[in-house]
């Protein structure tokens, strides 16, 4: 994944997703614990209204959360930007220049660790615990109720400074071939 960032990254400059404003959080969701059950979703919705007031939010929603959105009658305010999604340079595009990143997604809690972007996991665990521990990932878990409190501080500059991890260097593939031959 690192790998095929960094080969794709002298393009991100040249992605305009359209939906830029100077300074935003990035949300994503799509897992089932926090867009199908109905309450949750209402809580996390209203979070990031909350938060709005404070800081744009781009959202680019993933058809399947947009569905339970508008079951659940959401109205966002006018600074919570529901826009749709986009294609994965855009996207990156879009971390890349975020003030901070509020995902449920494991790939984005690696992109935005390699990126040098706070990102803060709506999740009570992860699979990829060295965003965590090396990165610039911070669990919050399934309470919305924080989201505004932590916003609030990586706005404030109390945020993980975070490091690329050993390995992450676009040579991954290189060194499973090498593996590979020496075995052959």
Request: proline fraction near 8%; include cysteine; charge should be neutral.
């Given at each position: 994944?690192?790998?095929?960032?960094?080969?794709?990254?002298?393009?991100i400059a040249?992605?305009?997703?359209?939906?830029?404003?100077?300074?935003?959080?990035?949300?994503?969701?799509?897992?089932?614990?926090?867009?199908?059950?109905?309450?949750?979703?209402?809580?996390?919705?209203?979070?990031?209204?909350?938060?709005?007031?404070?800081?744009?939010?781009?959202?680019?929603?993933?058809?399947?959360?947009?569905?339970?959105?508008?079951?659940?009658?959401?109205?966002?305010?006018?600074?919570?930007?529901?826009?749709?999604?986009?294609?994965?340079?855009?996207?990156?595009?879009?971390?890349?220049?975020?003030?901070?990143?509020?995902?449920?997604?494991?790939?984005?809690?690696?992109?935005?660790?390699?990126?040098?972007?706070?990102?803060?996991?709506?999740?009570?665990?992860?699979?990829?615990?060295?965003?965590?521990?090396?990165?610039?990932?911070?669990?919050?878990?399934?309470?919305?109720?924080?989201?505004?409190?932590?916003?609030?501080?990586?706005?404030?500059?109390?945020?993980?400074?975070?490091?690329?991890?050993?390995?992450?260097?676009?040579?991954?593939?290189?060194?499973?071939?090498?593996?590979?031959c020496s075995?052959?």
């Amino acid at each position: 994944m690192i790998d095929c960032l960094i080969n794709l990254r002298p393009r991100i400059a040249e992605a305009d997703s359209g939906v830029i404003p100077l300074k935003y959080a990035l949300v994503t969701l799509h897992r089932p614990s926090n867009v199908d059950d109905s309450e949750m979703l209402r809580k996390i919705l209203n979070a990031l209204g909350e938060i709005s007031g404070d800081l744009p939010v781009v959202f680019p929603c993933h058809p399947r959360t947009r569905h339970k959105i508008s079951e659940i009658a959401f109205e966002p305010p006018e600074a919570l930007r529901i826009c749709e999604p986009q294609g994965y340079l855009q996207f990156l595009r879009l971390q890349e220049r975020a003030a901070l990143v509020i995902t449920d997604s494991g790939g984005i809690q690696e992109e935005t660790t390699f990126l040098g972007v706070p990102c803060l996991t709506l999740r009570d665990t992860t699979e990829r615990p060295i965003t965590v521990t090396v990165g610039t990932n911070k669990l919050i878990g399934r309470r919305p109720e924080r989201l505004h409190q932590e916003v609030r501080a990586v706005l404030a500059g109390e945020r993980k400074a975070g490091r690329v991890p050993p390995l992450w260097d676009g040579c991954s593939a290189d060194r499973i071939a090498n593996c590979l031959c020496s075995v052959l």
